[in-house]
């Protein structure tokens, strides 16, 4: 290194050696010659081609601009027929009624803005004489036009909505317009054109507009429906704008384009301004000017070219080319005309022959100067090669250059001289010693990477081998690259599949939709489960692997995704037990706490009517004592109920943990939401002395939810804000925030840390503002109602402020357009499904449609069935013919129901017998069975009226007894009420259960089902079906029937048989199928009959 940093000192200060100029001056004058003749041979030959050639180029030029002006007039030919198909196919399809005023005005105005070039979109009613269209003026307004035609005073009446387009796109409306017209749709060349002939396009001769003093024409075709003419849709579009396009085409050029008809009549020139003089504000019809009645110079010398020639136009096929002379100036004219291919137009030009030569001129010149400027730059070049260039010093160069390149790196170039080409020698033999060294360095370097990146990998490798958790890494092409045992074994696959197949063939359906979602979303991470092989449950969680852009500001690219399996066999196992075990103590704690409850309010109930008030007051001892006994008794019911609620809490965490908690989906209001949970907790704020505050704008949308679940929740929020508010107010307030409703609800009490925030939603966490706070409840009431938000899709979060006080706060999704909410809120329809089909039956689910007037319960209601009403399973119609019985019944008075027998079956003694006086103090006769064997026996004995049934039953289980029951049609119709601790809502809805209430139960809400029931089976009531299809409703019919109910059908019938049906078995309830309702007007015309104003109707 330091010998050639010598000899780099030693060239840098040896003198440099002169260049002579004899081989420069050679290759200068060598160079040029060739140059010269080259330019010379190119030069010459274009020059006599060019002129050659200038027939041609005058044949293209007119070729071009007749074939541009063709596709011009094509163009708004095109487009005329375009928008009559695109109205044509709006009225055939539906997207437009044509008799919807509306509608029409609308679709008329938006399509005359699409299509600038017409001055007319119109539709003339065939039946009515009328006329709809939309106009374009020329003073730049826009007009929507409506005809309508009075026969007997032979009038048209018209009335003009003015509008002015803006800037930014919209239209302003401007005035409205009105006069009367001697005008009558048949007597338009335009319409009767077209009913001339109904099956062809039509165009009418050019005309005057009678809106405006322009030409233009009409094209017409006519609009039939079922074979029948219904009108005749038109555009009129004026010439002005073929001619704007001609004098684009030209220019500042010297010439003339212009079209003319058959007859020789001007349609289009270049100079617009040459038309002007075409009409007569006085006549209708417009006088089109001739060739020979032009003022302009080039049309007359066409004219002329053309009469001697004796051009017979409407013969001409293709374009004919003619030449004329100015007999003035003696310069030559090129003249062509050429059919447009519509109608029988005919496009021409006249352009001065010079024109072109001029053109041809210019190419020439410009020819000329870059063949100089090559010479030139040739000429530069040679001296600058020949100046550095030396045969052999650079093949010695290049002979080392391939030597190092096929990887000798002890190769030596020979120094010769101390010009540029020696420093270049030098050069390279130090740069291939500075390449050997690299090298060697280099490979020292790879070896010990090598050795890190082995014993990195190999630890990864053993490490992702020995996961308990099946591993996978799927890259673009869907092709596993990596994988360990785990997966394997997990998956029951085999090496030789996974490397070969793609991961579509090998893995479930889900896992593939996961990873499709990593490739759609970057940085997310996806879950979801699956089945493995052996009846196990596996769980695959996914997320995309990403590389980072070696270029700023580019984003990452997607190299493939990570896939991690693992087998939750064992834990569903183990939330399914933790299920069952917290059903089964809650079943065991609901059965004692039923009787402690139950007896505990008899007592107190008889305390307070039958001892307490025959007790003497006068000692204060006996006071006292009555006293104490009497909130002895409430402290024992107070208990129990928070130790149900502390129950039901826990038993609703565990069945949401497990996926297995019953959502009935409906659609609400937030206005109902709030008013049934202020209703709820008014209690509490009457014990605190504060004043709900109720936030609700009224025109709030609605949104889709468990009602009471949601309402569970917003009672929760309530209940915490009032327990920590002594003073203020508690604030509910609901506002729409983007795509949601935000309910919020807002307290001036004590507030929450900053601390314990992160803690609220925890479960069994309670938060205060000191630790001598003593707890109160469970812990769990926020953290379900965190489950319950996010359920519906929502979020749920806190605010708070020590000593300012707190505020909590939802979101719900708002109902879509497609599902909103009638007007009047009123929800009677209820949907009622499980968790993992919620969001696939949300999609089929139609709101209730609520139609009320002065008449009490005009009401027609929509239960939907299942996607397929018409073979709706046995489940679904008993579910609708339960729902039907929340719409018809019977009041009656308390007193009939004394005496009614009732069946009182459970296998615990205490429940048996606080049932029995319950029923018995208001009058029922009660039997009891002690289990479902006991109870067959004794209905089969002596029928009674009514049953209550426990579920968990030594021997038969009641829900047996209940299938025994229904299906014996002595039976069938006996209602019963299940009373149980546990839950299983769809064995109900399968057994025709009429009532479930759960354990432990509230003595009112079961003598008010009772009463219901019992009212129901005294008076059966009238159900009229009605449908176009008897086999698909037939089932429906034999439900209804075994229900109790007095069905009649009517099936493919006309309106006026089914009201008069209606009219002489006065039914209580009408079920009638959606479609057949939509296209009836049965229900306005029943409203008004008498007998039937209550009558309700049910869609299905």
């Not at 780099?8 to 420069?24: E, I, N, V, W, Y």
């Not at 069952?580 to 079943?587: A, D, L, N, R």
């Not at 729902?883 to 009939?896: K, N, T």
């Not at 009732?902 to 018995?920: F, H, K, P, T």
Request: aromatic share 6%; glycine share 6%.
């Amino acid at each position: 290194m330091n010998n050639s940093g010598k000899d780099m000192t030693k060239s840098d200060s040896a003198p440099k050696f002169r260049k002579t100029g004899g081989l420069k001056t050679l290759l200068v004058v060598m160079i040029m010659s060739v140059v010269g003749l080259t330019a010379a041979f190119v030069y010459l030959p274009w020059l006599w081609t060019s002129q050659k050639n200038i027939d041609k180029v005058i044949g293209e030029v007119n070729k071009e601009i007749a074939r541009g002006t063709s596709n011009e007039v094509s163009s708004i030919f095109n487009n005329v027929q375009s928008a009559q198909t695109l109205i044509k196919t709006s009225f055939e399809s539906g997207v437009v009624d044509p008799f919807d005023r509306a509608q029409r005005d609308d679709f008329y105005l938006n399509v005359l803005r699409s299509y600038p070039n017409f001055t007319w979109v119109v539709f003339g009613y065939t039946e009515t004489g009328n006329f709809i269209g939309a106009n374009r003026s020329e003073d730049g307004f826009l007009y929507v036009v409506d005809r309508t035609y009075d026969p007997e005073a032979s009038l048209t009446t018209r009335v003009s909505q003015k509008y002015q387009e803006l800037t930014n796109g919209d239209v302003a409306f401007v005035e409205t317009q009105s006069l009367q017209q001697d005008w009558v749709l048949t007597k338009r060349l335009w319409y009767q054109l077209a009913i001339a002939e109904p099956e062809e396009q039509t165009w009418t001769p050019v005309y005057k507009f009678t809106t405006g003093n322009i030409p233009g024409i009409n094209s017409s075709v006519t609009y039939q429906r079922n074979g029948e003419l219904v009108g005749v849709i038109s555009i009129a579009f004026g010439l002005r704008s073929i001619s704007e396009y001609l004098e684009g085409i030209l220019g500042d050029q010297n010439g003339a384009i212009f079209v003319i008809n058959s007859k020789g009549e001007l349609i289009a020139f270049s100079d617009p301004q040459e038309l002007t003089q075409t009409l007569s504000n006085q006549e209708k019809e417009a006088n089109l000017k001739s060739l020979s009645e032009a003022n302009d110079t080039y049309l007359q010398f066409a004219n002329q070219a053309l009469n001697a020639e004796q051009i017979l136009l409407s013969e001409m096929t293709e374009l004919e080319r003619y030449e004329f002379t100015d007999p003035a100036t003696g310069e030559k004219y090129v003249i062509s005309v050429s059919p447009l291919g519509q109608l029988d137009w005919y496009v021409g030009t006249v352009i001065p022959e010079s024109r072109y030569l001029g053109e041809i001129e210019r190419n020439n010149i410009n020819l000329l100067i870059i063949i100089v400027s090559l010479v030139v730059i040739l000429v530069v070049v040679s001296v600058f090669i020949s100046d550095r260039t030396l045969a052999k010093p650079l093949s010695n160069l290049t002979n080392a250059a391939i030597k190092v390149a096929l990887g000798d790196l002890s190769v030596k170039v020979p120094v010769q001289g101390n010009n540029e080409i020696g420093t270049l020698a030098r050069a390279f033999n130090e740069m291939t010693a500075q390449l050997k060294l690299s090298n060697e360095k280099l490979e020292e370097y790879n070896h010990t990477l090598e050795q890190k990146v082995n014993q990195r990998t190999g630890e990864l490798k053993a490490t992702i081998d020995n996961m308990v958790d099946g591993l996978a890494l799927v890259d673009p092409s869907n092709h596993i690259t990596q994988f360990n045992p785990a997966l394997v074994d997990m998956m029951d696959l085999e090496r030789e599949v996974i490397n070969q197949q793609p991961c579509t063939h090998i893995f479930q359906s889900e896992i593939i939709e996961l990873i499709e979602k990593t490739r759609r979303s970057y940085k997310e991470v996806f879950t979801t489960e699956f089945s493995l092989p052996e009846q196990r449950i596996g769980k695959a969680v996914a997320t995309s692997v990403l590389k980072s852009s070696t270029t700023e500001g580019e984003p990452p690219e997607y190299i493939g995704s990570i896939v991690i399996v693992r087998d939750i066999t064992v834990d569903k196992e183990v939330d399914r037990m933790k299920t069952e075990f917290i059903s089964t103590v809650s079943h065991e704690l609901r059965t004692p706490l039923t009787s402690v409850l139950g007896f505990a309010k008899l007592i107190q109930k008889k305390l307070d009517d039958s001892i307490f008030p025959n007790v003497t007051m006068e000692e204060k001892k006996v006071k006292r004592s009555v006293k104490q006994v009497g909130e002895n008794i409430g402290i024992i019911v107070s208990e129990g109920t928070r130790l149900t609620k502390l129950i039901n809490e826990v038993l609703d965490v565990a069945k949401m943990e497990a996926g297995k908690l019953d959502w009935h989906m409906e659609p609400l209001t937030a206005d109902e939401i709030v008013d049934r949970a202020l209703a709820a907790t008014s209690a509490l704020f009457e014990q605190k002395g504060l004043e709900p505050i109720k936030d609700v704008p009224m025109s709030m949308p609605g949104t889709i939810g468990d009602r009471d679940r949601l309402i569970q929740v917003v009672i929760n929020l309530i209940s915490n804000a009032v327990k920590f508010t002594d003073h203020g107010s508690v604030t509910c307030r609901v506002a729409k925030s983007d795509d949601a409703l935000a309910f919020s609800i807002i307290d001036t009490g004590i507030g929450i840390s900053k601390a314990d925030l992160p803690k609220v939603f925890e479960k069994f966490k309670q938060v205060g503002v000191t630790q001598t706070n003593k707890p109160k409840g469970t812990g769990l009431g926020l953290a379900i109602s965190k489950e319950i938000v996010e359920h519906h899709g929502g979020r749920i979060w806190v605010e708070s402020e020590l000593g300012v006080g707190t505020t909590f706060s939802f979101t719900l999704p708002i109902l879509s357009e497609s599902t909103s909410l009638g007007s009047s809120g009123d929800l009677a329809a209820q949907v009622d499904v499980r968790d993992e089909q919620t969001m696939a039956r949300l999609n089929s689910i139609a709101p209730p449609q609520v139609t009320t007037s002065n008449q009490p319960a005009q009401v027609v209601t929509t239960i939907p069935l299942n996607p397929n009403p018409a073979q709706p399973d046995r489940q679904a119609l008993s579910g609708l013919a339960k729902q039907l019985g929340q719409y018809v019944s019977v009041d009656r008075d308390a007193d009939d129901m004394k005496g009614r027998s009732i069946l009182v079956v459970d296998d615990d003694a205490n429940i048996r017998s606080l049932l029995r006086q319950e029923l018995e103090d208001q009058g029922y006769q009660v039997v009891e069975a002690e289990d479902g064997t006991d109870a067959i026996a004794k209905i089969r004995d002596h029928r009674p009226d009514l049953i209550t049934l426990d579920i968990a039953m030594p021997g038969i289980s009641g829900f047996d007894v209940a299938a025994i029951l229904r299906n014996d049609p002595a039976t069938a119709n006996i209602p019963i009420i299940i009373i149980s601790a546990f839950e299983d809502q769809e064995k109900v809805c399968r057994f025709g259960i009429d009532r479930y209430l759960a354990k432990p139960i509230e003595g009112d809400q079961l003598l008010a089902d009772i009463g219901e029931l019992l009212s129901r089976t005294e008076s059966r009531s009238k159900v009229l079906v009605v449908d176009q299809n008897p086999s698909s409703i037939q089932k429906l019919v034999d439900e209804l029937a075994a229900k109790g109910y007095l069905v009649s059908t009517i099936y493919n019938s006309s309106e006026a048989e089914i009201i008069a049906k209606a009219k002489s078995e006065l039914p209580d309830m009408i079920v009638v199928n959606t479609e057949f309702l939509k296209q009836s007007e049965i229900v306005k015309t029943l409203r008004l009959e008498a007998g039937l104003e209550n009558l309700t109707f049910v869609c299905f």
